[in-house]
């Protein structure tokens, strides 16, 4: 058993000098070795039972250079070590056996023969084979490397090929961002495919639908055109069925003159006091009510008669079913009152005039009657079909009969709606408060509000969470004709816009977003085109910019305001508004003024500790107002500051010239003879000569005799030196002037 242990054969091994001297020597194939004229030869060596040391090697060289190939020197206790060189090979054989020589000594002896005869290149790749394997066992950082970069990029293939390819639909426009997401690609791969087609966007900027189209197409995708009308035909409204139709409240919007006694007028319906929580005695946004008299009801829309909220007058007028034209009959037909005519007959509207203040002595029904006909309305004492009421709203005179003019007007227009069906309405009004969020203002038009109601009103959609009515109190559902808060917005609608519950929120997502891209496409090209003329004409030194910041405490101030103040532009000053909101002036609006260089408009709201703290840093004006003609005339006074001040001149004398000395090193001084008021030393000046001005500039000096002067009068002489200016003849005037700046106002 011991013997056939020893004689079992054990794995070779080699070192790793051992490795790179086989593989020099076999080649890169491994089939020739590298110098095929010399002869190399491998020693390896191995371990017997004994645990002495044995090498096989050729007789023409060894590994020299890898002291593991060498053969091993003997310790002093161990036996010596057989040489197996060619020449004595035989020799030491015999010498050392010569006694025990067997047939299993000499097959042993025969396992030992060169490596020309028994170890072959074969052996050689086997033996590299091996330690290759074990030393896959601890790579390195490089092989590492390749090994990871080979599975990234085996990944991103095996993305390639898993890619989804996605049927998407687009409208007229987009933006880039959106065909992004709708293709749930990177918007950076999207840029990188439209300059491969020569278009240059960003994320914000639109694109038509072939070029959409295109873009999706090359990144693999299935598109689907889709038209506006198609997008909101989820929304489409439709005729209710005669049937259905239930009579309904009507729908009174008060309008009239600042100051004539709107407000007081409804104060009156509601036994409230309205009028005392306005800023400046005037309405500053508008108002929704509804009184209840005998079980008859009134919706009253209250809107503000200053010039600035002539939009939130045209809104209320598309939203009602009678206008109450209120006029004071001590101050007769104002600009608001025509235009609140204009109003109701473009809204075709019927008109019911109220004459108010009638109680006071300088009172004139019969004149505001007179003053009527010239804008043709013409009322029933008059022989025309308007309705005419003298009342007076602090006296309560009256009112009575002007309830029953509008209940005889709403019988006559016959007002029904359909309570069974998704509710439609208006937003009247929108707010920011603190706790519930953003707050609207909707009028019920068709069917019944409920609460968990989904909505899309503009490019905002939301879901119901609270009805509050006017009095404050929550309802569960509001029918046509009721004015109530919804919460339920993520941001402000814009007063105006309409309000439609849908089916779910796809729905209303889908619709929102489709109004919001259209929305920013709009802006954008009016901002470029806004952008672009303002620079253009700043270059020109044509125009100067006031630009302004606007938060409000409702989204109709803001708009109101922002129209009256542009309203103040002309060709020379604008105003630029960078931004306008709803709810208290933050850090963000601060910054963003300081950026513009601009000032903050505050209409009702403050602006919030910190931010106070970064406009005091950054030296950013934060103006606060209550009342809108008092911010309009300070906008005023801005713009009036920035426009260049009319430049007038003064003759203040005229000089002749008599002598003309030339002295070296100086030049020709003039000898002259002051003939009307008087030259001085500041004086611009000009030269005529035969009544044509040659020449225009300032004096050097001016000298009474030897005595440099400030000034000299008509009538005496004086020598003038031009500031570099000498071609000076006999004869020729001297007129000098000065300029006047006189400041000038919008």
Not at 424 to 445: C, D, M
Not at 671 to 700: A, E, P, T, Y
């Amino acid at each position: 058993m011991d013997k056939e242990k020893g004689n079992k054969k054990k794995p070779l091994k080699l070192s790793s000098s051992g490795r790179l001297q086989i593989r020099k020597n076999l080649g890169p194939a491994g089939d020739k070795p590298r110098n095929s004229g010399s002869k190399k030869t491998i020693q390896i060596v191995f371990k017997n039972k004994n645990n002495q040391q044995k090498s096989s090697s050729t007789a023409q060289s060894n590994f020299r250079g890898s002291s593991s190939l060498r053969t091993p020197r003997t310790s002093v206790n161990s036996p010596p070590q057989p040489n197996f060189s060619s020449s004595n090979k035989s020799r030491n054989f015999e010498n050392k056996n010569k006694k025990n020589v067997d047939k299993k000594t000499q097959q042993k002896k025969s396992t030992l023969r060169p490596l020309e005869d028994d170890f072959s290149k074969s052996d050689a790749k086997k033996i590299l084979e091996q330690e290759e394997q074990e030393f896959d066992k601890f790579p390195s950082l490089a092989k590492i490397k390749r090994a990871r970069e080979k599975e990234k990029l085996k990944s991103v293939n095996d993305e390639d090929e898993s890619k989804i390819s996605r049927e998407i639909s687009i409208p007229d426009f987009i933006t880039v961002q959106d065909l992004a997401n709708r293709m749930a690609e990177k918007t950076a791969d999207v840029v990188k495919v439209l300059m491969k087609m020569g278009v240059m966007a960003n994320a914000t900027q639109s694109l038509e639908s072939d070029t959409a189209q295109l873009v999706a197409e090359e990144l693999g995708h299935k598109v689907t055109v889709v038209k506006d009308d198609d997008i909101l035909n989820d929304i489409k409204d439709f005729e209710d069925h005669e049937d259905s139709l239930l009579r309904r409240a009507p729908v009174v919007t008060i309008m009239g003159h600042v100051d004539h006694g709107k407000t007081s007028l409804l104060d009156a319906f509601r036994e409230s006091n309205v009028v005392s929580g306005e800023a400046g005695g005037i309405t500053q946004h508008i108002g929704a009510y509804q009184i209840n008299n005998n079980n008859k009801k009134i919706t009253f829309i209250d809107t503000p008669g200053h010039a600035a909220f002539s939009n939130m007058r045209a809104r209320g007028s598309k939203t009602t079913d009678i206008i109450i034209l209120v006029v004071a009959a001590d101050d007769g037909i104002k600009p608001q009152t025509v235009e609140s005519i204009a109003h109701a007959k473009s809204a075709q509207v019927p008109i019911i005039v109220a004459i108010n203040k009638i109680d006071l002595p300088a009172a004139d029904p019969d004149k505001v009657r007179n003053e009527l006909l010239t804008h043709e309305v013409i009322v029933e004492k008059l022989s025309g079909e308007v309705l005419d009421i003298e009342v007076s709203a602090t006296k309560g005179t009256n009112l009575d009969k002007l309830q029953e003019a509008i209940h005889l007007q709403a019988d006559l227009l016959n007002l029904k709606a359909n309570p069974d069906r998704k509710a439609r309405g208006s937003v009247i009004e929108s707010k920011l408060e603190k706790g519930r969020g953003s707050v609207a203002t909707v009028l019920v038009q068709k069917g019944t509000l409920k609460v968990s109601d989904i909505f899309v009103s503009g490019s905002e959609w939301g879901k119901v969470k609270a009805l509050i009515d006017d009095k404050g109190k929550n309802i569960k559902q509001a029918e046509p004709s009721v004015p109530v808060e919804v919460l339920g917005f993520d941001s402000n609608p814009l007063a105006g816009d309409d309000f439609i519950v849908v089916e779910n929120e796809g729905i209303a997502r889908k619709i929102a977003e489709f109004r919001s891209s259209k929305l920013q496409i709009q802006k954008n090209t009016v901002a470029k085109s806004n952008v672009e003329e303002m620079f253009a004409q700043i270059n020109k030194g044509e125009a100067s910019t006031l630009p302004v910041v606007i938060k409000t405490d409702v989204q109709g101030s803001a708009e109101a305001i922002e129209n009256s103040i542009i309203k103040l532009s002309t060709d020379e000053v604008k105003v630029n508004v960078i931004y306008k909101g709803v709810g208290a002036i933050t850090e963000s609006d601060v910054t963003l003024a300081g950026s513009g260089k601009g000032f903050i408009i505050g209409f009702n709201v403050r602006a919030l500790p910190h931010a106070r703290d970064i406009a005091k840093r950054d030296g950013v004006d934060i103006k606060y107002y209550s009342i809108i003609y008092e911010l309009i005339d300070d906008v005023k006074n801005l713009l009036s500051g920035l426009l260049k001040p009319d430049i007038s001149e003064n003759i203040t004398g005229n000089v002749e010239i008599r002598e003309v000395f030339n002295i070296s090193k100086i030049g020709n001084i003039a000898g002259c003879m002051v003939k009307d008021g008087h030259i001085s030393r500041k004086s611009q000046i000009r030269i005529l000569r035969d009544n044509i001005v040659i020449h225009k500039g300032q004096i050097s000096s001016l000298k009474r005799f030897k005595e440099e002067v400030s000034e000299v009068k008509s009538g005496f002489e004086c020598g003038v030196m031009l500031e570099n200016y000498s071609d000076i003849k006999v004869g020729d005037i001297i007129e000098t002037f000065e300029e006047v700046s006189t400041s000038r106002k919008l």
